[in-house]
């Protein structure tokens, strides 16, 4: 324990540190621990995707040429495929092009623009907008709402979702129209929302055109053997007399080609049949021979199913890696806490105040590039500065073991010096 | 002549209209000359997209691994060939998803949010926002300008583009933002503008954010043996001190797969940072894998003309066998004019004032669907109601042939009754 070490023992452990952080940056490593994004291994895993849908394979189980026009809200199967993912029925479902990013940013930027059903006006005719940030969160969530001007409204993360009584106090304020939410595997922190954080989003106060925008980016991403549900938010909001408050989103980015992948949203009738309604005016529909590719390749949701099994035989041993490093270098020493998740793409690391900022420029000057201090927060600006976010899919194991090692050296480094400088 | 004929004469013509078109109802047919959409044999002649970019195939000649994420505006070979398409430098080209129209509509409800380079305020902050909609022209564009709560100001198509003492007087108002051009085979006349309206547009008196929204979408799409240069209005605008008025906007939709193509837009610098420093917060990026699937496709601009000479080989014979029927049926009777386009994707028949409505209503109950009277003006309204657009693209010639005749029968029909109730 860090706290009970002498001056001096401290000062010995630091110099070694320091010996060993100087030897790891002339080595000019070249790691970069930041993107969530697939490995080359992961996406190999499509592969077969690349000669889909195959000569002479253009029709549907419908038998509509899916080379042409037509069709605004995606082919039958598809939208089963994703009610399937999501838990709800094809009918709750329009399918988007290749970003779900783009399905929530048009989203928002049409209740600017139009409002929302139940709405009184649209959002921009409304003076200052509000959105709730559970951090730490998604920084590209974030990033849509201060883009159109909102004010972002930070709420704290806990294990089981936002911080609810919080949420509730700030809802009931009827200039706050959103609240962001990854309810499996939640980036970065890994947690699942409670079926309670559920149940209190849907029932609690809010503005007629307050909507929860249930990001489900991580829906069969597993690679640990936990399978936590996610709660049934669209039943949630239905029963307790607010079936409009609920957006949900997915996508296949992160099963098959992250940039080539198929999008969706999932609403109430009211919600989609608007949603329909401005499409028909902004698109010609969306893509839907990459539709039928996937549809191809998946099958149904076992055959997405076992594919995302394989994805997860490839994700668990980067993911067990960095447990083991931050247990080896880190266990017991009372500097920081991490996350264990088992899905997702992230480990989050929290360690002592103001640690943020010095570690992850460290690890930079030793080549190891980290998701800068503060992402995962509304502005960027982590309170505490003390969160770091691990992003361990795209590398191979032994770029990660290098990172890895290089950042607890780093995090133990800064934390003993500011224990010295504190004392 | 119609004039010429005495009142006997029409009567017995008339009679004998009514009979064949009696005959033809009686027939049952179902033919659609709707849909400007390509045929399946069309369609076709790209299926080899269906097995591409082929097993093992995902970088580009970067290196880029298409797969992933990562990019904001396209492959570098896509911007070069759109930058052949058009006429351009790669450097001004942004390329989009499968729909250049969601790219209209999505820069359209940037302007509304945010203004445009070289504008003040956000065009939702300006009152009311008018639009020049050239008449007849494309009723999606107008749609567009109608759903976001535009007026939308008629302007009379000529021979060689909008009416441009009209446009120009026009656009002195700063409330005027816009203007929908179809610089080739304009949609639905067939026209391609001159350089004399080109040049008129780009060194007119405007607001400083008002913008051409230059629709591109026939730009190789000849059939005819005549290519009339399309003016560089890029240049032009550049040339005129106003390089930020104009954005170009192209598709391969109607050169590959309608429904899976690519799209794209090209403009100033300040105009494509700034629709990419939007792009940036609305997408994780376009669909790079498609693009490199339409790159192994065409190859380059060579090969993509030969690709659209193939195209062309299969609608000049719908394209003759219309004009021929209009000719045969129509001609010297001094009931109608109608174009005879060189390329694109429409015939557009003008005939007596009043007629359309009831002409396209007769045709309906015969079994013969044609576009709606009006589509081809703002707010699907035409002032003479006597402009019927014809789309041979899609169904096979003897389709065509049984449509046309009772098209042109229908015609003649209305025109005689409309002589013989006002003598």
Request: with cysteine; glycine share 8%; charged share 20%.
């Given at each position: 324990m860090l706290h009970d070490d002498s001056q001096e023992a401290l000062k010995a452990r630091g110099n070694e540190l320091q010996q060993r952080y100087e030897a790891a940056s002339r080595a000019g490593l070249s790691l970069d621990m930041t993107r969530g994004k697939p490995s080359p291994e992961q996406l190999d895993l499509a592969d077969a995707l690349l000669a889909l849908p195959g000569a002479g394979q253009f029709c549907d189980q419908e038998n509509t040429d899916c080379r042409n026009y037509g069709g605004i809200d995606g082919l039958a199967a598809m939208k089963k495929l994703f009610a399937d993912i999501l838990g709800c029925?094809?009918?709750d479902v329009i399918v988007g092009g290749n970003s779900s990013l783009t399905m929530m940013y048009d989203t928002v930027a049409r209740a600017m623009l139009f409002g929302v059903?139940?709405?009184?006006?649209p959002w921009v005719q409304q003076g200052t907008i509000r959105f709730l940030c559970p951090a730490p969160g998604y920084d590209r969530h974030f990033e849509i709402a201060g883009h159109l001007g909102f004010e972002l409204v930070s709420v704290e993360m806990t294990e089981d979702g936002p911080d609810m009584d919080h949420v509730e106090a700030l809802a009931a304020d009827p200039s706050v129209k959103g609240i962001w939410c990854v309810p499996r595997y939640s980036n970065p922190t890994g947690i699942t929302y409670s079926e309670s954080v559920a149940q209190r989003l849907a029932t609690m106060e809010a503005a007629a055109d307050f909507r929860i925008?249930?990001?489900?980016?991580?829906?069969?991403?597993?690679?640990?053997?936990?399978?936590?549900p996610v709660p049934d938010i669209l039943t949630a909001c239905r029963d307790a007399g607010n079936p409009d408050r609920v957006l949900i989103f997915t996508s296949t980015s992160k099963m098959t080609m992250a940039g080539a992948g198929v999008s969706a949203m999932a609403a109430s009738p009211a919600n989609i049949n608007d949603a329909r309604r401005h499409l028909s005016v902004q698109t010609i529909g969306p893509d839907k021979l990459n539709q039928l590719r996937h549809l191809t390749f998946f099958g149904d949701i076992d055959g997405l199913r076992a594919h995302m099994a394989r994805v997860g035989e490839l994700l668990k041993p980067k993911f067990s890696l960095v447990q083991e490093i931050l247990e080896r270098d880190l266990g017991g020493k009372d500097i920081a806490t991490w996350s264990n998740p088992s899905g997702g793409y992230f480990v989050n690391v929290t360690g002592p105040d103001d640690c943020a900022r010095p570690v992850i420029e460290m690890a930079a000057q030793a080549g190891v590039k980290l998701?800068?201090?503060?992402?995962?927060f509304a502005y960027g600006l982590d309170p505490q500065n003390r969160i770091i976010r691990l992003a361990p899919s795209f590398p191979p194991l032994e770029d990660i073991r290098q990172a890895m090692e290089i950042f607890t050296l780093c995090l133990e480094l800064v934390a003993i010096r500011q224990r010295l400088a504190k004392p």
């Amino acid at each position: 324990m860090l706290h009970d070490d002498s001056q001096e023992a401290l000062k010995a452990r630091g110099n070694e540190l320091q010996q060993r952080y100087e030897a790891a940056s002339r080595a000019g490593l070249s790691l970069d621990m930041t993107r969530g994004k697939p490995s080359p291994e992961q996406l190999d895993l499509a592969d077969a995707l690349l000669a889909l849908p195959g000569a002479g394979q253009f029709c549907d189980q419908e038998n509509t040429d899916c080379r042409n026009y037509g069709g605004i809200d995606g082919l039958a199967a598809m939208k089963k495929l994703f009610a399937d993912i999501l838990g709800c029925q094809q009918t709750d479902v329009i399918v988007g092009g290749n970003s779900s990013l783009t399905m929530m940013y048009d989203t928002v930027a049409r209740a600017m623009l139009f409002g929302v059903p139940g709405g009184d006006k649209p959002w921009v005719q409304q003076g200052t907008i509000r959105f709730l940030c559970p951090a730490p969160g998604y920084d590209r969530h974030f990033e849509i709402a201060g883009h159109l001007g909102f004010e972002l409204v930070s709420v704290e993360m806990t294990e089981d979702g936002p911080d609810m009584d919080h949420v509730e106090a700030l809802a009931a304020d009827p200039s706050v129209k959103g609240i962001w939410c990854v309810p499996r595997y939640s980036n970065p922190t890994g947690i699942t929302y409670s079926e309670s954080v559920a149940q209190r989003l849907a029932t609690m106060e809010a503005a007629a055109d307050f909507r929860i925008f249930w990001d489900n980016a991580y829906a069969e991403h597993h690679f640990g053997e936990e399978r936590q549900p996610v709660p049934d938010i669209l039943t949630a909001c239905r029963d307790a007399g607010n079936p409009d408050r609920v957006l949900i989103f997915t996508s296949t980015s992160k099963m098959t080609m992250a940039g080539a992948g198929v999008s969706a949203m999932a609403a109430s009738p009211a919600n989609i049949n608007d949603a329909r309604r401005h499409l028909s005016v902004q698109t010609i529909g969306p893509d839907k021979l990459n539709q039928l590719r996937h549809l191809t390749f998946f099958g149904d949701i076992d055959g997405l199913r076992a594919h995302m099994a394989r994805v997860g035989e490839l994700l668990k041993p980067k993911f067990s890696l960095v447990q083991e490093i931050l247990e080896r270098d880190l266990g017991g020493k009372d500097i920081a806490t991490w996350s264990n998740p088992s899905g997702g793409y992230f480990v989050n690391v929290t360690g002592p105040d103001d640690c943020a900022r010095p570690v992850i420029e460290m690890a930079a000057q030793a080549g190891v590039k980290l998701t800068p201090a503060g992402a995962p927060f509304a502005y960027g600006l982590d309170p505490q500065n003390r969160i770091i976010r691990l992003a361990p899919s795209f590398p191979p194991l032994e770029d990660i073991r290098q990172a890895m090692e290089i950042f607890t050296l780093c995090l133990e480094l800064v934390a003993i010096r500011q224990r010295l400088a504190k004392p």
